[in-house]
């Protein structure tokens, strides 16, 4: 498979309902990830990971053991695994929010563990509880394995750009809330109180989540044809929406608050890895510089040990 081939095409008109079904599908499980994990700065401890199938919690704490919740894009099923050796799946075909809410609970009944979830989504307009949700019902496999494969490439193009990133830098992770996979970089510096703002969202949990200085980007299925990449700063710096950034594409979003790039752009670049990781490298820049980061102490060579692993391996 070629590289560029290997982004898949996925017009958010064409699955729009499905997204927005599915959006509230992963709200669920990770609200479920939420009751049981410790706190972690940043809400850290409530996001998905792509996985070779999917989306997973990974390992949840239970008691005295733990357990996992995986969106499988390839069989389309939702599995549930505890570390007694339990296993329990809910078939991902087209079912209401209601229907996937009472169907997963009761799995978890099954399993053994409680899930005591606020029962109703967070940072959406229309906040439907979910046991009264039958308007979000449809469920596309193609179009869902479809975005698996966009977050796969994805989490791979943001991974290499973290490893980039010596101080505090987040797990390349999924929020459930704007369903947007996502990756941060902190300068090591306090931030200005969040003023909130999120719809049906405590103000609070924006404060914790901005509690310091940072560089976000990500991938969300929306803002363009076939979704959009963007990276923002908080707070943001004299200067940032100016700064020059590539590749032509891109721009700032007065709307949003945030560099956005096309999708399409990356998908139809003759290299994708490259196109997508100026963007990530200058939109980082834009935040850095005119923040004035300790840039020399907080950035690295990734491959400064491939020499010597080289030597290692030849000796072998």
């Not at 479809?146 to 991974?159: A, N």
């Amino acid at each position: 498979m070629s590289e560029q081939s290997a982004w898949p095409r996925l017009r958010v008109a064409d699955w729009t309902e499905t997204r927005d079904t599915l959006h509230m599908w992963t709200q669920i499980v990770g609200k479920i990830r939420l009751a049981h994990a410790p706190l972690v700065n940043h809400w850290w401890q409530v996001t998905l990971y792509v996985t070779p199938r999917g989306l997973t919690t990974s390992t949840v704490p239970y008691g005295s053991g733990a357990f996992d919740i995986e969106f499988d894009f390839i069989e389309h099923r939702l599995v549930l695994r505890t570390s007694d050796g339990q296993a329990r799946h809910v078939k991902l075909e087209p079912k209401s929010v209601a229907r996937f809410y009472e169907e997963t609970l009761r799995a978890l009944d099954e399993l053994g563990i409680q899930a005591p979830i606020q029962p109703h989504p967070n940072e959406v307009e229309t906040a439907i509880p979910f046991p009264e949700d039958t308007r979000h019902a449809s469920y596309d496999p193609h179009a869902a394995h479809q975005f698996w494969r966009q977050l796969l490439q994805v989490d791979r193009v943001l991974s290499a750009f973290r490893s980039r990133f010596m101080g505090k830098v987040s797990p390349v992770h999924f929020f459930w809330g704007a369903m947007d996979l996502a990756c941060t970089r902190f300068s090591g510096r306090p931030a200005p109180a969040h003023p909130g703002g999120a719809p049906h969202c405590g103000d609070w949990v924006m404060v914790e989540g901005y509690s310091r200085e940072l560089s976000s980007c990500g991938f969300w299925p929306g803002g363009g044809e076939e979704g959009a990449f963007y990276a923002y700063a908080y707070p943001e710096p004299a200067g940032f929406r100016d700064h020059p950034v590539e590749p032509s594409s891109a721009y700032y979003s007065e709307q949003n608050g945030q560099f956005l790039l096309p999708y399409e752009a990356v998908r139809t670049a003759d290299d994708p890895d490259a196109t997508l990781t100026g963007f990530l490298q200058s939109t980082y820049e834009a935040a850095a510089e005119h923040a004035g980061w300790g840039r020399d102490t907080l950035e690295e060579d990734p491959g400064r040990w491939d020499r010597q692993r080289a030597r290692a391996h030849g000796a072998r």
